[in-house]
């Protein structure tokens, strides 16, 4: 319990220091000694400094440049807030300047751990790495979330660095807008072309003003969002889905332990088997339209995958061997209770209208194929295929392809029914809070649409995943070698570990039904033409309305026949799951797959949607969309765009300007090539790895 006379102590000290941005080496840092410090546990083993706190750097080119890629720190900030205020930034020049005041802050600051942020941390970390390493040897530990990408970094003396990147899961400047925190990323204000150095000239007053708004900004999102979890410094989430995932685990207490352990697979290698199974959303352009012009609607679904998780019927029990050879009618007509997955065999598969425009059988997702021609990575046919799948994506693949033979030579069957009302209820009161903050709270509003969104994502982790491990020396990461039968046991008797993977593998599954069945709204009758399909929504020149009358109907009886009725918000209803009017654009195209543009009808402004390519890249099209075609480029000195180079050397030098240079990245405008469908390779688009690792600081002890 917090000591309140220590409290006000600390707090006066600080009041009688105003806020200033100042230079390090002119700051007193015996200030630091008036924060408070907190116990971790009860046994008050560990203790933390309560204090927010978030850095950042700037770097420059040598002057020699191309001649010489090798980038360097030539400024740095740190913002620091506590007691509800913040209460300096300071800043300095070159990486030994950030080292000596990491040392200033370590003697002063009395708790053990301090916790640093970086937006960002896989860039930083490469220019201050060599530089932490000679100041406080290299760290105790560190987690990847994949090579290059370090989630977190702690230090033998309690610094530890966090990526709050990883956190917040979009850019610092939109994190400050969405937040309406205080202080704003000043866009603008700094010239990343200009050569400088790490002594010499000093920073202009636009230039501090740019290096105290970032870290500013940073400290005061970090404290918004703190403040809505009801968390402390030490206990954030790492991640986007850590802050979902807390709370559902801590809703679902002891038993969603006991749920998860009676459904997951007592073995890995049948949770390979069940990954297999597993697809993202689909997204898809129709064959026939690419490269031409089109008006066209679209619909899109409400929180799709949230709805799945309320309405469908998933496992509820541990998969068994089917005790019979399974057949087609075994599997999808004589046990409608039970969820099936399954390996199957076809000999010449085929599209049994080969006009259908949306094929859903992934060629990524197969085992075997032989000759197979492809839609976008999507069989059109093939001489023989073989795959993993489930009743629900099976019943797609029975409505559209015929085959000359199938042979089904494994399959595993549980009962299925709807998910816990625990896990539902949480769902449900994600998406009330979210359509009740619109517009009233933008913080609680931002947090809790993330959690909704996180729902499934916390329930669609991978429990295995190679352990990536950076080699201090070199700079090169690896996975560490590591025995994952015996991780996966670990996942399953671990208390922590609640939602069964398999439910993220269902509700894709059903999400995927729900897309084609809005399609079928399509008003074919008249013409209509399915344009092309992204996970939750639906493109087409036209809609029947009754059919999508009736289908929203449906939807919006099986939420209420399920206990979960529509949110009443300023006098209007919302619904989970229907299909809503999201877009009426003048003008459509397509060329493959994540990649389209479209003209609002109403705005008459012109989007693109190309995969790798940001948003102002809309620009080279000149407002023209007949410039969309392959070959066309997108240049990346107009999107933004930029290639990451990483370049490591073997000791800190320092060149004939007085620069000192560790590791360093080298970021050069980088070129988008638009290129036609038969020039992608969407078996490696479709394998994209689906949601972030959700950890959490007591997960790591």
């Not at 990486?95 to 896989?122: A, Q, V, W």
């Not at 059988?361 to 489930?390: F, M, P, V």
Request: glycine share 6%; charged share 25%; proline share 4%.
């Amino acid at each position: 319990m917090k000591n309140t006379a220590l409290h006000k102590r600390n707090v006066s000290a600080w009041d009688a220091f105003s806020y200033k941005c100042v230079y390090y080496q002119d700051f007193d840092y015996e200030l630091f000694k008036h924060i408070d410090f907190k116990y971790k546990t009860k046994k008050g083993k560990v203790s933390y400094n309560d204090i927010i706190i978030m850095a950042d750097s700037e770097t420059s080119k040598p002057a020699n440049y191309p001649k010489t890629l090798n980038n360097y720190i030539v400024a740095w900030s740190i913002a620091f807030r506590a007691f509800d205020h913040n209460l300096v930034t300071l800043y300095g020049y070159g990486p030994y300047e950030f080292t000596d005041m990491l040392k200033c802050l370590r003697e002063n600051l009395p708790g053990d751990d301090i916790y640093i942020y970086y937006h960002n941390l896989s860039y930083d970390w490469v220019f201050i790495r060599k530089f932490m390493f000679k100041a406080f040897d290299t760290p105790e530990h560190q987690l990847n979330t994949k090579p290059l990408n370090p989630l977190f970094v702690r230090f033998k003396n309690g610094i530890i660095l966090r990526d709050s990147l990883a956190l917040a899961q979009r850019s610092l400047q939109k994190w400050a807008d969405d937040l309406q925190t205080e202080h704003r990323k000043a866009v603008g204000s700094w010239d990343y072309d200009k050569v400088r150095h790490q002594h010499g000239e000093k920073f202009t007053p636009d230039e501090i003003d740019y290096i105290e708004h970032d870290v500013l900004a940073g400290v005061e999102c970090i404290d918004a969002t703190m403040k809505v979890l009801k968390k402390n410094i030490s206990s954030m989430p790492l991640t986007c889905t850590g802050i979902v995932r807390g709370e559902a685990r801590q809703q679902g207490g002891r038993d969603a332990h006991n749920y998860f352990a009676r459904i997951s697979p007592l073995t890995y290698d049948f949770q390979l088997i069940q990954q297999l199974v597993f697809h993202g959303g689909f997204t898809k352009a129709n064959r026939y339209i690419l490269g031409l012009v089109y008006k066209a609607i679209c619909y899109d679904i409400c929180s799709s995958y949230p709805t799945s998780l309320l309405v469908m019927k998933a496992p509820v029990e541990r998969f068994f061997k089917c005790p019979r050879k399974p057949t087609i009618k075994y599997i999808m007509e004589d046990n409608p209770n039970y969820a099936f997955i399954f390996r199957i065999k076809l000999i010449k598969p085929r599209l049994k209208d080969g006009r259908y425009p949306m094929p859903c059988i992934s060629h990524s997702k197969c085992i075997q194929s032989i000759n197979a021609i492809l839609d976008n990575g999507r069989i059109l046919k093939s001489d023989y295929i073989e795959l993993w799948t489930n009743e629900l994506d099976f019943s797609l693949i029975l409505k559209t392809y015929t085959w000359d033979e199938i042979i089904i030579p494994e399959a595993y069957m549980a009962t299925k029914d709807y998910l816990p009302k625990w896990f539902t209820d949480f769902v449900y009161e994600r998406f009330i809070k979210k359509t009740k903050l619109k517009g009233v709270d933008i913080v609680l509003y931002m947090i809790e649409k993330g959690m909704l969104n996180s729902c499934f994502g916390m329930a669609s982790q991978q429990p295995c995943k190679p352990l990536i491990v950076e080699d201090y020396d070199t700079g090169e990461y690896a996975p560490a070698e590591m025995d994952l039968n015996e991780q996966y046991e670990k996942h399953l008797k671990n208390p922590k570990s609640f939602l069964p993977y398999v439910w993220g593998i269902y509700c894709t599954s059903f999400s995927m039904l729900r897309l084609f069945e809005l399609g079928e709204c399509v008003d074919y009758d008249n013409g209509g033409i399915w344009l092309y399909s992204d996970t939750d929504s639906v493109y087409a020149t036209a809609f029947d309305e009754k059919k999508l009358k009736a289908y929203n109907d449906k939807i919006i009886k099986e939420i209420a026949d399920r206990g979960y009725g529509p949110v009443e918000f300023n006098g209007k209803l919302y619904n989970l799951g229907v299909a809503e009017l999201d877009g009426v654009y003048s003008e459509f195209k397509t060329w493959h797959s994540k990649c389209y543009a479209a003209r609002d009808a109403e705005t008459g402004k012109l989007k693109i949607t190309v995969a790798g390519v940001p948003k102002k890249g809309v620009e080279v099209l000149q407002d023209d969309i007949s410039n969309f075609v392959p070959g066309l480029v997108f240049p990346g000195t107009i999107t933004g765009k930029l290639e990451h180079k990483h370049l490591y050397i073997e000791d800190i030098i320092e060149d004939e300007h007085g620069n000192y240079i560790g590791d360093s990245i080298d970021l050069t405008p980088c070129d988008y090539l638009l290129r036609s469908v038969n020039d992608v390779n969407f078996d490696i688009m479709e394998r994209a790895e689906v949601g972030v690792a959700a950890y959490y600081e007591e997960d790591l002890k």
